[in-house]
DNA sequence: GTCTATACAGAGATAGAC
DNA sequence: GTCTATCTCTGTATAGAC
């Protein structure tokens, strides 16, 4: 544990591969090009995380798993004030609480703008293990979500409030990843801010006409 | 050109490649894999398409062309009726003038819901030149439909326009990659049919409140 | 405990014989 | 068109230096 020395090699490599994993997309970065840049040798990737599947993980975790805590606190705040006041949640306070930790998280850092955008590749990685790993962290707020959701529409049937969450979904994980994406045409390029209109979307979209 | 005979080397390869770049992704499928599956030497792939990539674009392209016609074909058709009858093309006809040709020709055959899928992903590849390669076939419906949308909605800044239409990007292609994707969990599973509810959806955000 | 050097199997690409 | 041989680069594993 350092305090205001160096990074450690274990450190320099999580935040190399962070970035380059953004970049490049995980299968296009070698180990070579994270250990090489990182200034450590190859071998350290094997001892420290003991493959790049793993580190891969580490990568996530290590930012996923504060994130996820803030976005079940916001949601928690929700649920208790709606309660308190006798009266189901509304769509616009859910969806804010999901994608507002999400955008600011974002803004926070380098470190974490580079994390956001391999986020939302993630959830359409082919590779199980990854994906899976990530929608580990993902289940306990899509539970809380999909239930709070269902109190705040009584009236929407079950398999078109999945359809709903699905699209909102959709939206968000394409504007984490795409937001600061420089190979999208001119015209498509996105300028802050985003939360207030996704949260319009997204809320326009799951009440419906 | 084979009439009613075997398919050709090279058709093989295509179909193969298809289906195991869906459902393992592009990078994690070796061409190895593909020749073995699909009966052909290693080397017909470098000598059929020039390398892996090449190959990806083929596949990209055989299945895109027709499609992005179709889709071209009814936005102009809404836009031609939306003239004659001298008011602006509605909001919700433009959605579906991309939704529907994209869903329906994803249930027209097994290869095609292979392919949707793929597309799904494409968008968000980090590869440069696979995405390029996407986005330039696109970019045409990109245009018509900012420009038929800003006349739909011409109270609606320009910078608002775009970001409502990226989250309706990112709402149907995460829908084209996952609606047929077993890892998600059980809940978040999505049942035919989905072109009215997700029209409904991106027509309802595009409209704001 | 950390880290380095190095060996190994599998990948995509390519040249050239047939 | 097809196939074999071979090149470089990748992820992984291990033996041993500090």
Redesign the pocket.
């Known amino acids: 544990m350092n305090i205001q020395s160096e990074p450690?090699?274990?450190d320099r490599i999580l935040d190399t591969a962070e970035r380059l994993f953004s970049l490049s997309g995980y299968?296009s970065?070698?180990?070579?090009?994270i250990t090489g840049e990182a200034g450590?040798?190859?071998?350290?990737?094997?001892?420290?995380f003991?493959?790049?599947?793993s580190l891969l993980e580490a990568v996530i975790d290590r930012r996923l798993t504060p994130l996820n805590k803030a976005r079940l606190e916001m949601l928690a705040t929700v649920d208790r004030k709606a309660r308190a006041e006798g009266r189901p949640p509304a769509v616009r306070d859910i969806m804010s609480a999901f994608i507002e930790p999400t955008l600011s998280f974002r803004e926070s850092t380098d470190g974490a703008r580079h994390f956001i955008a391999l986020l939302g590749r993630a959830i359409v990685e082919p590779d199980d293990t990854v994906k899976k790993r990530f929608l580990n962290q993902m289940n306990p707020i899509i539970e809380l979500m999909l239930e709070m959701l269902a109190r705040a529409m009584p009236s929407l049937p079950a398999q078109a409030l999945i359809k709903r969450f699905h699209f909102t979904i959709g939206s968000l994980f394409f504007t984490m990843h795409a937001c600061c994406d420089d190979s999208m045409p001119e015209r498509m390029r996105l300028k802050e801010p985003l939360t207030e209109e996704l949260v319009n979307f997204v809320t326009a979209g799951m009440e419906g006409r």
């Open positions: 450690s090699t274990k299968h970065t070698s180990l070579r090009a450590v040798n190859l071998a350290a990737v094997n001892y420290h003991g493959s790049k599947e």
